[in-house]
């Protein structure tokens, strides 16, 4: 460990790091902290993070905690970022990059908004999402499974093709224009639309 200790409070950041069984990390300027290798906080009653990450080159994993903002997470992430099974509704202060996996999964989210850039895999299953605005475009594999937007996501064969369905402007909140989804859902060779969903209603002209 390294730093320049220009604060007094940059030793409560060593104290915590050293509390959580960090290893390899340096404090910035700016009272940041990167880290070497792997951060695993996962489980320790956490109801924030006490310290502002800058880079971890390993895994992040804050999971299973009571965590309600992921305000001072790491801003870039190498591999895995795991803050599942907290108390989450929105994931402003998320990593901007993740190297891995995104794994917001079991939380109360309502929104992407504010989630990773540039991400290899996103994990958001079993939340509340009835829209998937401010997830990233481009990325291999993508999982919401267990949210009321899945029951529309699942008519489009993949992603990239739902992402681009939302240009027709066929769904606002939990309404649904059936018109227009047809017409997103016909420019891609999809013919089967459902009579009704659970969570979504047809409308005309929304």
Known sequence: MKHLKLFESFDDIDSICQ????????VNLDGTVDVNGNVD??????????????????????????????EGSPKK?????????????R?????????????????????LKGGPIEVGEFWCISNKLISLEGCPIEVDHFICMY??????????PNHKSFMDSLDYGYLRGTNIDRKRLLEALDEIGVYDVPDDFEYYKYVDGI
């Not at 949210?147 to 489009?156: G, Q, R, T, V, W």
């Open 19 to 26: 509390n959580w069984g960090i290893e390899n990390w340096t």
């Open 91 to 111: 994931l402003e202060g998320a990593p901007r990059e993740v190297g891995g996996i995104f794994n917001c999964c079991g939380n109360k989210l309502t929104s």
């Open 147 to 156: 949210n009321p937007i899945s029951e529309i996501y699942n008519l489009f």
């Open 41 to 70: 906080i996962s489980d320790k009653g956490l109801e924030k993070l006490d310290i502002k990450f800058g880079e971890v080159t390993g895994n992040f994993k804050c999971n299973d905690n009571k965590l309600i903002s992921l």
């Open 77 to 89: 992430v190498g591999r895995y970022f795991n803050c599942s099974n907290n108390q989450l509704t």
